[in-house]
């Protein structure tokens, strides 16, 4: 009976159903565990982590950097991004800038990503587009996936 | 929660979730610049569109990914930016500039000419 209410279209459950819903996406409840390090909801950057067979690829959401500046480091499978950013809103000179909304993150960050065991850490590749930091971490040759010839 | 983020979306387009930009809004004398961060919106697939007075940005998040990519991970999970706001009368809709660099799109919207500050002459008499 509840759940015929909730799914009821437009209706008031459904506002509330689809704002969990939208809540479970920020707070990382549906099923994927968080990281030890990710930091509170709406930190800067995001990160998402993914695996192919070859490669390990972290993206962070690192909008309006300098690609010189960003720092990438890992040191025995913990990846970790830094850099800082500038605020985009002008120093008030003679108080002629009114400010209405100051949302966008500034100053410094930095976010930590464990990696998985069988990554490859001497060929790491990271490349700087559209305000998102790819970096590509190979696995070892060991720990991909093996064709294993039955006798 | 701390985010200074509210649910607007309009009617005809709630079955595509998408998520609300960050922004920064100031003024001068001149007009409004609004700053968004956008990260992952290439130029082509980013919307910005003046109905009225009615200002709408939307873009879709489309990071480069190689074949076969398996999820570990994720806090980003809604692939859409949208964020619409009610212009004034006395700013300009028709001449809003745009700029997308790096994942920050930088909106100029300026004051209409009537609406700038003018400086009225008092005449000794």
Request: glycine residues 10%.
């Amino acid at each position: 009976m509840f759940g015929s209410m909730l799914s009821f279209p437009g209706g008031l459950f459904g506002e509330m159903e689809r704002l969990r819903r939208e809540f479970d996406d920020v707070m990382d409840t549906r099923g994927l565990p968080g990281s030890i390090r990710s930091a509170g909801p709406g930190s800067l950057p995001a990160i998402n982590v993914g695996r192919t067979p070859n490669s390990v690829e972290v993206y962070a959401f690192a909008p309006g950097l300098q690609a010189d500046k960003i720092e990438v480091t890992l040191d025995r499978g913990v990846l970790r991004i830094s850099g800082e950013r500038t605020s985009g809103i002008p120093e008030t000179q003679e108080g002629k800038v009114n400010v209405y909304s100051r949302e966008r993150a500034s100053g410094r960050f930095m976010r930590a990503v464990a990696l998985p065991d069988d990554i490859d850490g001497t060929q790491v590749r990271a490349t700087y587009r559209d305000g998102v930091l790819q970096v590509s971490v190979p696995r070892r040759e060991s720990a991909k996936p093996q064709r294993v010839t039955v006798q | 929660m701390s985010e200074p983020r509210e649910v607007s979306r309009p009617a005809a387009e709630q079955d595509t979730r998408a998520v609300l930009p960050r922004v920064d809004v100031f003024e001068d004398d001149a007009g409004i610049t609004l700053l968004a961060d956008l990260p992952g919106v290439p130029r082509e697939r980013l919307d910005v569109k003046v109905e009225g007075d009615t200002l709408l940005l939307e873009g879709a998040v489309l990071p480069a990914m190689p074949e076969g990519l398996e999820p570990i991970y994720a806090e980003v999970r809604v692939p859409r930016f949208r964020r619409s706001f009610t212009l004034s009368r006395e700013l300009d809709g028709q001449r809003v500039e745009a700029n997308l660099k790096d994942g920050v799109l930088t909106l100029r919207i300026p004051k209409a000419q009537h609406a700038q500050p003018r400086r009225i002459t008092v005449q000794a008499g």
